[in-house]
Nanobody, 115 residues
């Protein structure tokens, strides 16, 4: 079992920045890759960033150049730096971890971009 706890969401003005954190605990050694997804009201959950155990990253075009995913293996924590935020980035952001047998989700953290 893997437990994921997100933090760092909040209200920010357009153009602002936030850093989300995802602390993992439990069967850490089983995690092959991690990522961040988001879900806006009335929309499907979508991937916004992913990072492999080797450190390779992947982003959709909608956030490329604005969002950065990183990981601190010593702290079992994955971060998502959000820069240049836009109102359309407003959503609940979820941390995801993929083990060899299944995936795990965090509880989500709300990001609201509004003036």
């Amino acid at each position: 079992q893997v437990q994921l706890v997100e933090s760092g969401g909040g209200l920010v003005q357009p153009g602002g920045s936030l850093r989300l954190s995802c602390a993992a605990s439990g069967s850490i050694a089983s995690i092959a890759g991690m990522g961040w997804y988001r879900q806006a009201p009335g929309k499907q959950r979508e991937l916004v960033a992913a990072i492999t155990s080797g450190g390779s990253t992947n982003y959709p075009d909608s956030v490329k150049g604005r969002f950065t995913i990183s990981r601190d293996n010593a702290k079992n924590t994955v971060y998502l730096q959000l820069n240049g935020l836009k109102p359309e980035d407003t959503a609940v952001y979820y941390c995801y971890a993929q083990s060899l047998s299944r995936g795990y989700w965090g509880q989500g953290t709300q990001v609201t971009v509004s003036s």
